[in-house]
């Protein structure tokens, strides 16, 4: 079992950044993925990209891969995801996710964090 808990989320006016914070506990992260999604109003959930826990080696969905950075401290246990130049479109729940690197199925998820962008 892995246990996720987000947290930094809020309102921001367009143009500015937001960390989110994502704190693990429970197993061992070591053979994990840990991955970012967000769902936006009436919207499916879409990624915006993921950690591999060992390596640090990221991937990102395209079109967030220029303005979103997802990074993590071993020691903390805890991911990040940089966002900056926030659009109103960014505007959603914020959910991290865990799954072991074996599987392409996020096992575990928090509850999310709601990130409201304002034009």
């Known amino acids: 079992q892995v246990q996720l808990v987000e947290s930094g989320g809020g309102l921001v006016q367009a143009g500015g950044s937001l960390r989110l914070s994502c704190s693990a506990s429970g197993r061992t992260l070591s053979a994990s993925v840990l991955g970012w999604f967000r769902q936006a109003p009436g919207e499916d959930r879409e990624f915006v990209g993921a950690i591999w826990w060992s390596a640090g080696d990221t991937y990102y969905a395209d079109y967030m891969k220029a303005r979103f950075i997802v990074s993590r401290d071993n020691a903390k246990t805890t991911m990040y995801l940089q966002m900056n130049s926030l659009k109103p479109e960014d505007t959603a729940v914020y959910y991290c996710?865990?799954?072991?690197?074996?599987?392409?199925?996020?096992?575990?998820w928090g509850p999310g964090t709601q990130v409201t962008v304002s034009s």
């Open positions: 996710a865990a799954r072991p690197d074996s599987s392409t199925k996020y096992a575990y």
